[in-house]
C-alpha cells in the first residue's frame, strides 16, 4: 500500500473541492515562507507582527466569508476553517487576530448592522486598514456574560457609555471597537471608534500565553456614541453569542493546525534522538505517544470538516460547535505538551514550537468559553437540564 500521510491519515484533502485545496496550500505558503521564520522572536519579544497585517488582507483572510460586495472574497465556511488552520499552524495569535477581525467585528456589523455601517466599514476592514477589537468579557466573570456591567443610556440622540472590557484581543491596535452594553431594552452592540473621548485601552502585560498578539483592558467613561453607531439589528445577548458562535468555528479548526505542527515537530525529533543505540521513535512509549497524536488529529479533523459541510448548508447548531471547540482545544493542548516532553530539555525553548503552542492553547482552551462552559453546553444537550 501507499505510505499514508502522518498529518492526513484518513485524505481529508480528498474531501476539499479545488477551491479550499488552493486556499489552504495559499495559506499554508504563506505561514511557511511569512510566519514561521519570525514568529518564535515576537513570542520571545511579546509583539504582534504588523507587517503582516496587509499581506493577510492580500490574501482575502480578514472577513473571508463575507460577500464580494464588501470588498470581502465569499469564500465558504470550510475555507474559514482552513485559513484558521494553517494560521494557528504558524501561532494562535496571528489566528487570533483572524478570527477577531472577521468572525468577531466583521460579521456582527454585516449580520446585524445598517447598510450604511456595512458600506463604511466591511470594504476598509477587508483590507486591513480598519482593525476591530470585540468587548463582550468583563472584569468580574466573563463566562457569565449575562451580568455584564457596561450599560449604555439614551441621551438625546446619542448613547453614553459606562463600563470597562477585559482581555480584549487587538484591543490597542483596534480603530474601532464593537462593544455589548447593557440598555433598557435589553444587550446591544455600539461601535465606539477609538477618537471617541472617554474611550481608552491598556494593554495586559507579563502574559505567559499569546504572546505574540496584543491583549487589552477597554474603559469607558462617559463615552457619547451616536445612535448611527448602535449596530440595529439585534438585541439580546443572542447577539454576540451568534458572534461567538462563528468564531468558536474557525477555533474548532485552528488548534488541528498548533497540533500538526507539535506532532511533526516531535516526529522528526523522535526519529532523529539517539539514545540507548536506537532512536526514540523505535521505543514502543514514544511510539504509543506519536500513534495516539496522530490518532486524535484525525479524528478533530473529520469533526471540524462535517461541522464545516453542515455550516455551509446551514444547519449547524451551537452545541455542535461546543463539542468540537472542547475537543479539538483539549486534542491540541495535550499534544502539544506531550511534544514538549518528546523534546527533553530542547522542549522548553522557542527554538522549538510545542512549548509556545503549549502556553497559547492555555489561552485558547479559555477563551471564547472555557473548556468547562462547553462542557455544560452539551451536558445541557444530552440532559435538557441546565446546569450553568
Ligand atoms: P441563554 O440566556 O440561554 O441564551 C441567550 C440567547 O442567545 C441564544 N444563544 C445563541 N445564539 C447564537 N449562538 C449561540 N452559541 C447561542 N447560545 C445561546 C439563545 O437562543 C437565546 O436567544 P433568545 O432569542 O432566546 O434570547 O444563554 P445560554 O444559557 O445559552 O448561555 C450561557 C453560556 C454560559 C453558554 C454563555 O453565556 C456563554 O457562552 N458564556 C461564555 C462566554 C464567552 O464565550 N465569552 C467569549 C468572549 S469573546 C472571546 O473570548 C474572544 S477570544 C478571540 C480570539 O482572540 O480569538
Ligand atoms: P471566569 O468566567 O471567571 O471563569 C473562572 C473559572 O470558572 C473557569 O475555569 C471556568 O471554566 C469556571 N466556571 C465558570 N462557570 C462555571 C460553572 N457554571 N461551573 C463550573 N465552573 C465554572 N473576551 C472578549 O470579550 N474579547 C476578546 O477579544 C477576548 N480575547 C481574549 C484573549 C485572551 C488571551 C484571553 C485569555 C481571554 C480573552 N477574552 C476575550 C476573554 C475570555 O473570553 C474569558 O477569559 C473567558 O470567557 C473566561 O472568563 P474569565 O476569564 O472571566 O473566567
Redesign the pocket.
Known amino acids: 500500500a501507499t505510505p499514508l500521510n502522518p498529518t492526513d491519515l484518513y485524505d481529508i484533502r480528498s474531501m476539499l473541492s479545488d477551491e479550499e485545496r488552493m486556499v489552504q496550500d495559499t495559506v499554508a505558503r504563506f505561514t511557511d515562507e511569512r510566519v514561521l521564520p519570525i514568529i518564535g522572536d515576537c513570542f520571545d519579544k511579546g509583539v504582534f507582527p504588523m507587517d503582516l497585517i496587509p499581506e493577510m488582507a492580500e490574501l482575502g483572510l480578514l472577513g473571508s466569508s463575507l460577500p464580494t460586495e464588501y470588498g470581502c472574497a465569499g469564500m465558504n465556511a470550510v475555507s474559514y476553517g482552513l485559513i484558521c488552520q494553517e494560521l494557528e499552524r504558524g501561532d494562535s495569535g496571528i489566528?487570533?487576530f483572524a478570527?477577531?477581525q472577521s468572525s468577531?467585528c466583521m460579521y456582527p456589523i454585516y449580520a446585524y448592522g445598517s447598510e450604511a455601517q456595512r458600506k463604511r466599514w466591511l470594504p476598509d476592514m477587508a483590507a486591513g486598514k480598519v482593525i476591530g477589537c470585540?468587548g463582550?468579557?468583563e472584569p468580574h466573570g466573563?463566562?457569565?456574560?449575562?451580568n455584564m456591567k457596561t450599560h449604555a443610556k439614551k441621551d438625546g440622540a446619542d448613547w453614553i457609555l459606562n463600563g470597562a472590557k477585559m482581555w480584549i484581543?487587538n484591543g490597542n491596535l483596534a480603530h474601532i471597537a464593537i462593544v455589548w452594553a447593557q440598555t433598557d431594552e435589553g444587550i446591544q452592540g455600539f461601535l465606539v471608534e477609538k477618537s471617541m473621548p472617554g474611550f481608552t485601552a491598556q494593554e495586559v502585560h507579563k502574559k505567559m500565553s499569546l504572546r505574540a498578539?496584543v491583549t487589552s483592558a477597554l474603559f469607558f467613561d462617559n463615552v457619547r456614541v451616536p445612535e448611527a453607531n448602535r449596530l440595529p439589528n439585534v438585541k439580546?445577548?443572542?447577539g454576540p453569542?451568534?458572534c461567538?458562535?462563528q468564531?468558536r468555528y474557525g477555533?474548532t479548526w485552528g488548534p488541528i493546525g498548533a497540533a500538526i505542527a507539535c506532532f511533526t515537530e516531535a516526529t522528526e525529533y523522535a526519529k532523529n534522538r539517539v539514545l540507548f543505540d536506537r532512536p526514540i521513535a523505535a521505543t514502543q512509549a514514544v511510539q504509543l505517544k506519536l500513534a495516539d497524536m496522530a490518532r486524535r488529529i484525525t479524528l478533530a479533523q473529520l469533526l471540524s470538516l462535517q461541522l464545516g459541510r453542515l455550516k455551509d448548508a446551514g444547519s449547524m447548531q451551537?452545541t455542535q460547535?461546543s463539542l468540537a471547540k472542547w475537543n479539538n482545544v483539549r486534542m491540541a493542548i495535550d499534544i502539544a505538551r506531550e511534544a514538549r516532553d518528546i523534546l527533553g530539555g530542547a522542549g522548553i525553548t522557542t527554538e522549538h514550537c510545542p512549548i509556545r503552542h503549549a502556553l497559547n492553547l492555555e489561552s485558547v482552551i479559555t477563551?471564547?468559553?472555557t473548556e468547562t462552559?462547553h462542557q455544560l453546553?452539551v451536558g445541557r444537550e444530552v440532559t435538557g437540564i441546565?446546569a450553568?
Open positions: 489566528r487570533s478570527s477577531v468577531l470585540f463582550l468579557t466573563g463566562s457569565d456574560p449575562a484581543t498578539s439580546g445577548l443572542k453569542l451568534g461567538l458562535t468564531a477555533i451551537p460547535v477563551y471564547e468559553g462552559v453546553v441546565n450553568f
